[in-house]
């Protein structure tokens, strides 16, 4: 038995190295530097705590080179490195380790049975010792033993002892229930352990990818966990173009969760080409890169840009719209008037005043994409994001 493997009552032991130190080793984490018995034992009582029961054993996680990978030590000789899969198997082969259920008694055994049963060796003698001759009683045996004694002995016993004796002798004779017994407990045996042999017995399959020979149910987890192509850890932002005059365009900040998308320029047409991202962090990287010569290198947020396939539609300002607007008090005539002199700014710079950017099929919050002519801090691009949330209405 494995020595990760130990009784419930007894609880882990371990001793003192004699090798390579004066200290005690853990014997399931070969990575664990020795140290003294205190310690060791607050690290073996974590193995201890996570440990598995089975009936009064406790089968600790070992860490050693029997496997690539940590895993369980089953007694039947086994290893399986999930806790789940090794509950599983437990079960299992508790199961088929238990003894086999007793044989039947002749008295319970069907009527196609090839033995007699016990019941003619106490009320066939008389009638054989008195009516039938000692020839027929030792020659008859051998050949109704296999074919008429199942029908014969239930039937024929109670009346041959009065009515018929010498002919229900050669038929039936009752000396072939002491011998037939015995052979057919021999027979009957090991035909139910070769059944239940070949229903344990598990079908092996070979990985097509190594090599390796496993339980055919457990080849699709093996190639699941060891041959599976692993994804690009530069995952691809999701980008969508709102200024196809200078080429820019709105990424997402951030591959997980909401976050305030980002504009990003990629014009590498005409005679300035410039590519840049408005993000402070991005800029650091991009200077860093130029100071180590790196002049290739790019942020995340533009090597995005080269998935880009979506240009986003310009949301035009109607002047329906914004009388409506002011007379439900929305705001005034004075920013009716700031609206339409920036849309007329926007038409003759040749650039969309406000486009919608959504990454989200159901958003609650709205990022939209506007113009702002003057160069700030927060519009290094010459646009600026503005966002509404719909459930807090902000």
């Not at 705590?49 to 496997?67: E, G, P, Q, V, Y």
Request: net charge positive; proline share 8%; aromatic share 4%.
């Amino acid at each position: 038995m494995h020595h990760s493997i130990f009784p419930t009552s007894e609880g882990y032991k371990v001793e003192r190295c004699t090798v390579c130190c004066t200290l005690f080793h853990c014997p399931l984490c070969p990575k664990y530097k020795p140290s003294q018995r205190g310690r060791l034992q607050k690290h073996l009582d974590v193995h201890v705590k996570n440990a598995i029961t089975f009936k009064d054993l406790k089968i600790c996680k070992c860490s050693l080179d029997c496997r690539n990978t940590p895993h369980f030590h089953c007694p039947c000789d086994k290893t399986v490195i999930r806790r789940a899969d090794m509950e599983k198997h437990l079960q299992t082969c508790h199961t088929s380790a238990a003894p086999d259920p007793p044989l039947l008694q002749p008295s319970t055994l069907p009527e196609d049975a090839p033995c007699a049963p016990p019941t003619t060796s106490s009320a066939a003698p008389p009638t054989t010792s008195s009516a039938a001759p000692p020839t027929t009683s030792s020659a008859a045996p051998p050949t109704t033993s296999s074919a008429a004694q199942p029908t014969t002995s239930s039937a024929a016993q109670p009346t041959t002892s009065s009515a018929a004796p010498p002919t229900t002798s050669s038929a039936a004779p009752p000396t072939t229930s002491s011998a037939a017994q015995p052979t057919t407990s021999s027979a009957a045996q090991p035909t139910t352990s070769s059944s239940s042999i070949q229903h344990t017995s598990s079908k092996k399959a070979k990985c097509s990818h190594c090599g390796l020979i496993c339980l055919a149910k457990n080849l699709n987890k093996h190639i699941h966990r060891k041959h599976r192509k692993k994804k690009n850890s530069d995952g691809v932002l999701r980008a969508i173009c709102v200024d196809a005059t200078n080429g820019i365009s709105a990424v997402q900040k951030a591959s997980h969760g909401f976050s305030v998308p980002i504009h990003v320029q990629k014009k590498t047409w005409g005679h300035l080409h410039k590519v840049q991202c408005e993000l402070e962090e991005c800029r650091q990287y991009h200077l860093m890169a130029l100071r180590s010569g790196l002049t290739f290198s790019q942020c995340e947020h533009i090597r995005s840009l080269d998935h880009c396939r979506e240009i986003a539609t310009e949301e035009w300002l109607k002047d329906e719209t914004l009388e409506e607007m002011v007379s439900l008090k929305f705001f005034g005539e004075a920013k009716k008037a700031t609206c339409k002199k920036r849309q007329q700014q926007a038409q003759k710079d040749h650039v969309p005043l406000c486009v919608e950017v959504s990454f989200q099929k159901n958003p609650t919050q709205y990022c939209l994409s506007v113009h702002e002519p003057a160069l700030h801090h927060y519009s290094r691009l010459g646009r600026v994001m503005v966002t509404y949330n719909s459930t807090a209405h902000t």
